[in-house]
Structures are given as C-alpha cells and as structure tokens.
C-alpha cells in the first residue's frame, strides 16, 4: 500500500495536506487544553470554601471536646459546638461540589473543543487521502494484471483533455489506435493514466 504519489506536485500536495491536518488537531487540542485551564480557575473560590470549611470543623471539634471536660455542664457546651462543627463540614462539602461542578464544565468543554474541529479535519482531509491511496492501489493492480493496460489505456482516454493532448497523435486519433491496439499508443496511454494516479509511468 503506497501512503504517497510518486509524481513531486501531488506527493507535495499529500505531504502539505497532512502537515495541515496535523498543525489543526495539534492546536485544537492545545486551545481545548488552555480553556480547560481557564475554567479550573472557577473552581478556587470552592477549593478556598472547602478549606475553610474543614479548618472551621476542625477548631470547633476541638473546642467541643475541651468543652465537653467542663464539670457538669460539659456536655450542654458540647452540643452546639458539634452542631456548628457540622455545619462547617457542610460549607467544606459545598465547597467540594462547586469544584466537582467545575471540573466537569471544563472536562466537557475541552472534549467539545477537541473532538469537533478534529472531526471536520478528519471529515476534509481523511476521504481524499483513503480515496488517492484507493485508486493508486487499483491503477497499480491494473497495470500488473492481463489486460490490465487495455484497462489503463481506455481510463486515460476518459480522463483529462489536457494529458490527452500532450501526446502524439495517431492517424485516425488517439481512441481509434487504441480499438485497433495499437501497443504504442496504449502504452503513452497507461502512462497517462498512472501520472494522472500520481503515479510513476
């Protein structure tokens, strides 16, 4: 399987449209990366809450329990200590969802940012290429195969004008020297016919 032409215009052109292909999805998955960055800046009020939020737990927990030492009133002090210590879990748990929230915000948004332009790169630049590599493919197993550069032959005469013109003319024309087989002709013909394929004569 022959990945490029061997003709420099269209193996230029191949390597040009690949390094292209390349250089998008490299820079949409940079740009994906750097707005992800961007959001995860969201998230430091939440990681700033959740801080807090544990500290505030962990002071009031210590002051329960120093509480709870106090003779016969200890465990009354107790209570609405653990109370607001709970309460303070409650802000570092907030905190932690809102980190959570943001993260997948920008989990999502960098998947979009990635898997869409690649996508349309794909989409423009994978057909051609699956198609060149194709028809090379073809025009090489014809031109091995018996009968193969009749086969050749009458391609290039369906092709283009412009190749057809540069060649020598026969009497009675390019495609009235090829019914009668003539063996010249129909090899400036396979040799139309696999330049046109990018291919070497």
């Known amino acids: 399987m022959r990945l490029y032409a061997q003709t420099p215009a269209r193996r230029n052109r191949q390597v040009l449209g690949d390094l292209l292909a390349a250089a998008l999805t490299a820079a949409a998955v940079w740009f994906a990366l750097a707005a992800h960055e961007v959001i995860m800046v969201l998230a430091e009020p939440g990681r700033k809450v959740e801080s807090s939020g544990d500290s505030l737990a962990s002071e009031l927990d210590n ?42 915000v920008a989990t999502l948004t960098a998947t979009a940012l990635i898997v869409i332009p690649v996508f349309f790169v794909l989409l423009l630049w994978l057909p051609p290429r699956l198609r060149w590599i194709r028809r090379s493919a073809t025009v090489r197993r014809l031109a091995e195969a018996p009968g193969g550069a009749d086969l050749l032959a009458l391609r290039a005469l369906n092709g283009s004008l412009r190749d057809l013109a540069a060649l020598p003319a026969p009497p009675g024309g390019l495609a009235d020297a090829w019914r009668r087989g003539d063996q010249r002709v129909i090899a400036d013909l396979c040799a139309v016919a696999r330049k046109q394929a990018g291919l070497r004569p």
């Open 63 to 104: 002051a329960g329990d120093a509480a709870s030492k106090v003779p016969l009133v200890g465990d009354l002090l107790k209570k609405p200590l653990q109370s607001a210590a709970d309460a303070g879990t409650g802000f570092a748990d907030a905190g932690q969802s809102l980190q959570d929230g943001v993260s997948q």
